[in-house]
């Protein structure tokens, strides 16, 4: 059960604040007992403030009991969520729900989350009569889904806004007016400033509230502000089926959990996405099988801290076993217990379709036991390239930023993940300029890139957030200049490892999934490889091994195998040898 929304609107008497006209959304209430229509939690003028009080405790009577919530919380509790019919909010008809082919232009900024999330607000709009346009021009609503885990990203947003100004000002004489609104982490982040800095920004929608669109935008409608930035300790959109926004692609993000538990003392994630919270196991392998009925040839399973996955939805799982960390690692938080596991979850996704390539992101080193490793080096249709975030190479800093881990244990696991997977593929985050790093800290750092030699990187230099731990707790203290300079000497160093690090690829046949014409030459094919590096090669006949004799041209979202004649810190080069199979490429000696 979802929500009843309202929209609390003053009368004229009375002076509020800058957010008077906005959509309040500070009530989770039953909409079955409650049909009170939204002007009426206010004093209609000319009616005593007596008979308004009366009138409130005759209808608080006829509510929903506490007993009521309990009840239904209980019955969430032991079934899964299951979508239903919404009544539409007192205030608002069916009709002004829907969309009657408006035309909405989405633009998505961030991580593979946001990609996901576009997709599912996608989903939700075009149930209600929305129709999508690439065409910013004839767009009547513009929405932007948005990042805030650095102020680069959310100045991007507001540059963005205010080319979008004009846009607005002009469309302002027309009879169909354009709606711009912010949806995601920067509008749960930032709330009443974005509505009060910038007065042409008509909606906000945080991550948990996209199934409130449709409402949000027929209260822009009627002319008023509109927001919704609660956070939910249940919401993951599990009976909600995304609508890809390239019809041309090969692969999908599926969310399987939403939210983050870790509190990092840098990351604003727990509060702009809220806590962790794990779709339900039997909604992800459905969606993931209608994935493979469209021909889809890989799925990667996202979530902030994905391999903490932790299914409570069934209650026969919900035994008393501890979560498995990974050895010399700690939880900021009391250790969970119970549940259907990320092991479990990628052992079933992974049987699906023999023919789709696994892949998962973002996770924390903490929360991989030798379940997790063990089934990737089974599985062949699992990658054998992991994503592991040390985020600083000194024992201080990560201290400091409260990751659970010493510099010696990430080492030790970085050497049993390559024992368990012989030819894995690494990547990883850092962070440099974070408070109190000292230049000592860092070219610990730089030694810890040089060790592990990654085969992909994303380094960026510490951006304090709000409401963060280091923001109430720690000083900022690191010059811009000094975090630039440093961040320049890892991108250094990690290019000189990653490029020594994929040379070892040169002369291997490597198995690759074709994604489409090169964007810097056309005669060229892209693709990636198990190690999900871009792979270039030219676009030529080959064989199909399926098909003895037939001569063809790689097509997006087949594999081809393909020997590699030169990388570099980021790219692979090599030739087309012919179009296979995974089953088919097993018995090609690959790297």
């Not at 409130?56 to 006829?62: D, P, T, V």
């Not at 789709?356 to 929360?367: E, G, L, Q, V, Y």
């Not at 300079?485 to 074709?514: H, K, M, P």
Request: hydrophobic share 35%.
């Amino acid at each position: 059960m979802h929500p009843l929304r309202r929209v609390l609107q003053a009368p004229r008497s009375l002076k509020w604040g800058p957010l008077s006209s906005v959509s309040c959304l500070l009530l989770r209430t039953c909409r079955a007992h409650c049909s009170v229509s939204s002007t009426s939690c206010l004093s209609p003028e000319g009616q005593s403030s007596e008979g308004v009080q009366r009138d409130f405790s005759s209808r608080l009577a006829a509510g929903p009991t506490f007993q009521h919530f309990l009840r239904n919380a209980s019955d969430l509790q032991q079934k899964p969520s299951s979508p239903e019919v919404e009544d539409p909010p007192p205030y608002l008809t069916g009709d002004e729900l829907l969309g009657r082919q408006r035309k909405v232009y989405l633009e998505t900024y961030g991580c593979q989350m946001n990609v996901n999330d576009t997709e599912i607000a996608w989903s939700i709009l075009q149930k209600s009569g929305y129709l999508r346009t690439s065409n910013l021009q004839e767009a009547d609503v513009i929405l932007l889904v948005t990042c805030s885990i650095r102020e680069k990203a959310e100045q991007t947003i507001w540059n963005r806004l205010h080319q979008l100004k004009a846009l607005k000002t002009k469309r302002q004489r027309s009879r169909v007016p354009l709606r711009i609104g912010i949806l995601g982490c920067m509008a749960e982040r930032l709330k009443g400033e974005i509505l009060n800095r910038e007065k042409m920004v008509d909606l906000l929608a945080g991550p948990d509230a996209y199934r409130d669109l449709p409402r949000l935008l027929a209260v822009v409608e009627s002319g008023q502000q509109a927001a919704n930035v609660l956070l939910s300790l249940d919401e993951t959109y599990a009976d909600v089926m995304p609508v890809q926004t390239s019809p041309s692609a090969t692969s999908a993000f599926v969310s399987i959990m939403r939210g983050c538990d870790n509190m990092c003392s840098y990351c604003i994630v727990p509060f702009t996405r809220g806590r962790e919270r794990s779709r339900p196991v039997a909604s992800i392998l459905d969606e993931v099988r209608k994935l493979s009925e469209q021909g889809l040839k890989e799925v990667t399973l996202l979530g902030q801290n994905v391999n903490s996955f932790q299914d409570n939805s069934e209650i026969q799982f919900n035994n008393a076993v501890s979560t498995n960390l990974s050895r010399g690692f700690t939880t900021n938080y009391k250790t969970k217990q119970g549940g259907l596991r990320f092991s479990h979850l990628l052992d079933q996704v992974s049987r699906i379709d023999p023919e789709m390539r696994i892949r998962f992101t973002s996770p924390h080193p903490k929360d991989f036991p030798d379940e997790v490793l063990q089934l990737i080096h089974e599985r062949h249709n699992i990658c054998k390239q992991i994503h592991l975030p040390a985020q600083s190479g000194s024992n201080r800093v990560l201290d400091a930023m409260r990751r659970g881990y010493s510099r010696e244990a990430y080492v030790a696991l970085v050497h049993h993940i390559r024992e368990c997977i012989p030819g894995v593929s690494l990547s990883s985050d850092f962070i440099t300029g974070f408070c109190g790093e000292t230049e000592d800290d860092h070219l610990q750092t730089v030694s810890l890139l040089r060790e592990v030699q990654y085969n992909a990187g994303f380094l960026f230099a510490y951006s304090m957030r709000q409401k963060t731990r280091a923001y109430h707790r720690l000083k900022d203290d690191v010059p811009e200049e000094v975090k630039l300079r440093r961040l320049e000497e890892l991108i250094t160093v990690f290019r000189e490892e990653a490029s020594r690090a994929n040379e070892a690829s040169v002369g291997c046949t490597q198995l690759v999934l074709v994604e489409g014409v090169s964007k810097r030459s056309s005669v060229d094919l892209c693709g990636r490889n198990d190690a999900n590096l871009k792979v270039i090669f030219p676009d030529a006949e080959v064989e199909d091994v399926t098909n003895c004799g037939l001569k063809v041209r790689a097509q997006p979202g087949d594999y081809v195998l393909v020997k590699i004649t030169s990388a570099s810190s980021q790219t692979l080069k090599g030739h087309i040898l012919c179009r296979t199979t995974m089953k088919d490429s097993s018995t090609y000696c690959l790297t």
